[in-house]
């Protein structure tokens, strides 16, 4: 929030501009950087409006909360105002999103969208997206989670007239999405009076609600609970069970004894850690403990999200990153699932971070200190970025200079590449990872394992698997320049290059081009196939068969690997990162991609000498590609 006055107050400030100077330096404190020209400007035009129609109301001791930022993410509603119900009495909370718009028009094809001359794609409708902070607000805030009925919503485009901007109210209108125009300035107005009442300061309530622990609400847990656990595929064996009993045991201890534990899970890629943590979300929520899941990659994420809340978009909300706990309270939920824990950085403050939260506090420390029971699962062998310190002894280490109890459960049996415990296994040893040196790979019946001897060779391989109905992806080191984004409708850049065979890596950004799906759809979309992935939107994720290029940054001469680091175009390498370091994330990179088929890997380097070697410790499997 970056600032909060009774509507009285910001109606006098408005008058002489120093509203809008103590907003700017306010928003310069918080973020580090100044508010853009259009934001101040909005900031001009908007608010007055807003207060004027506060005053003229008669609620001038309203409690007006403006650029109110949502909890757990980075999202600012405008304006909150906080005063008393006139009716019950109650405390009482209107989310308002001002606009400027003076035109705007229903999306044809989804009304819960909309398009403005000022925008070349469809924005969310100011209806749906006032309501969403609302809901967002009573999920995340103990002020209202009990008390959903005192949380309302408005969208006031107060420039706009019925005609401009009248085809919005297509979409369902209800408590929490309303909308007025200036041409309805009166009717706005009248819907103030029935939330707030003019008698009573709102200034304590606004207290109540900046007050509010940020925990998952009930209801949201409620419905989590249903949506997560109702997925027959989660099911435990094993130390999976353990891991998931040590969990539910450890937060029933904490709450008993008012302390705090830590459980790790450790284990490779394919042994469950995931579907442990989603059957420990849905069984907490439905014990009603108050539990988030979190992971620092974008692409997994966003995955689980739609995994896990399909049918429910609330749910969504409740997985995070890692860099979301940098200012919530200590211990204010009871347990916090980190996925992907090899994923933790040094710290959560990037060039974007408010000065205000740039504590130096390390990373593993905000997970540790957030949540009674922090629950880690992690691979240290895919830690491939400088800067990640996800391993077991980091976290031991850091649970010890606190004391506290740290438990390590280890998972053997894995799901991924065909359930074959041997592949793994001649992956690891392959690339130096595992004592013992690389072995010829002897076929089993769950993995297969094919080398090609051109980057043509090992695409039409995958091109024929997806004809019989296999889901398949080409992967690569991070050896090839990336050029940025190209325009809707333009052909995607070919930016890895392998003598005449040259393709377009996969999409950095967020939404779709020229058919290629978003980065973090690349790996679970059919239309990802053509593209080449990067270990950082395949981490994480499998597939039937899985097509993966060694570049020139790992290369076999004579008896052993080399790393070059020249060769890898990975923009995370510094000059200041050792050489050494260079060498174990680069082997760590393709142990990541040459993990994530289910039924097969078929791998390409682009050295011959490396070629050479692969054929020999792959064991006369040519034979097989070229009758397959």
Request: aromatic share 8%; with cysteine; net charge negative.
């Amino acid at each position: 929030m970056l600032f909060r006055e009774s509507a009285k107050t910001i109606a006098a400030r408005t008058l002489d501009s120093s509203l809008y100077l103590h907003l700017t330096e306010q928003f310069v404190h918080m973020h580090g950087y100044r508010p853009s020209t259009a934001e101040v400007r909005s900031w001009e035009r908007s608010i007055p409006a807003l207060a004027a129609a506060l005053n003229d109301a008669g609620l001038g001791e309203v409690e007006v909360m403006l650029e109110y930022a949502l909890p757990l993410n980075s999202k600012r509603a405008d304006a909150v105002l906080a005063g008393v119900h006139p009716v019950t009495g109650e405390p009482s909370y209107v989310v308002i999103e001002l606009k400027q718009w003076s035109q705007a028009e229903p999306d044809e094809d989804d009304p819960a969208l909309c398009r403005i001359d000022a925008y070349a794609h469809p924005v969310l409708n100011p209806i749906e997206q006032v309501r969403r902070y609302c809901e967002y607000l009573v999920n995340f805030n103990g002020a209202v989670a009990e008390h959903p009925g005192r949380v309302s919503g408005v969208a006031y485009l107060h420039n706009a007239t019925e005609f401009g901007v009248g085809g919005l109210r297509a979409i369902e209108l209800d408590d929490r999405g309303q909308m007025f125009t200036g041409e309805r300035r009166g009717e706005f107005i009248d819907h103030l009076r029935t939330k707030l009442s003019d008698k009573v300061p709102g200034a304590r309530a606004a207290d109540e609600l900046q007050a509010g622990r940020t925990v998952p609400s009930k209801q949201l847990m409620s419905v989590a609970a249903q949506e997560v656990r109702e997925r027959e595929q989660f099911v435990l064996l094993d130390e999976q069970q353990v891991a998931y009993r040590m969990v539910l045991n450890a937060v029933r201890k904490a709450k008993r004894s008012d302390h705090k534990e830590i459980v790790v899970v450790t284990g490779g890629p394919g042994t469950g850690k995931s579907v442990i943590a989603l059957s420990l979300l849905g069984e907490l929520y439905r014990q009603g403990v108050p539990a988030l899941h979190a992971t620092g990659s974008q692409s997994f994420t966003k995955t689980m999200r739609k995994v896990a809340g399909t049918r429910k978009r609330e749910v969504q909300d409740l997985f995070k990153y890692f860099n979301s706990f940098m200012t919530t309270e200590k211990n204010s939920l009871d347990v916090l699932i980190c996925d992907e824990a090899h994923r933790i950085r040094e710290t959560s403050a990037n060039r974007y971070t408010q000065a205000a939260h740039r504590t130096g506090k390390r990373q593993i420390d905000e997970l540790i200190d957030v949540a009674r029971v922090p629950v880690f699962l992690l691979d240290e062998h895919q830690v491939v970025r400088p800067g990640e310190m996800g391993t077991v002894e980091d976290i031991k280490a850091a649970a010890a200079a606190k004391g506290f109890e740290c438990h390590v459960v280890p998972l053997e049996s894995q799901f991924r590449c065909g359930g074959s415990d041997a592949y793994l296994r001649w992956v690891k040893r392959l690339l130096g990872l595992e004592r013992g040196g690389p072995v010829v790979w002897e076929p089993d019946d769950r993995m297969q394992l094919l080398v090609a001897d051109s980057p043509q060779e090992l695409e039409a391989f995958l091109e024929v698997r997806r004809t019989q109905g296999y889901g398949a992806r080409m992967s690569a080191g991070y050896c090839w320049p990336w050029s940025p984004e190209p325009r809707p409708g333009d052909p995607l850049p070919a930016d890895v290059v392998i003598g005449a065979w040259a393709r377009p890596w996969n999409l950095r950004g967020e939404r779709s081009v020229s058919g290629a799906p978003p980065s973090a759809l690349w790996a679970t979309d059919p239309a990802g196939f053509g593209q080449v992935g990067c270990v950082y939107t395949a981490q994480g994720f499998e597939y039937d068969w899985s097509g993966v290029i060694i570049g020139p940054d790992l290369v076999w001469r004579g008896d052993r690997w080399v790393t070059d680091r020249t060769a890898s175009k990975d923009p995370v390498f510094k000059k200041s990162t050792a050489d050494d370091d260079v060498d174990r994330l680069i082997r760590n990179t393709y142990k990541v991609l040459l993990t994530r088929g289910m039924i097969g890997t078929i791998v390409y380097s682009t050295d011959p000498e490396t070629r050479d070697k692969l054929r020999e410790l792959a064991g006369g499997v040519e034979r097989e590609l070229t009758t397959a």
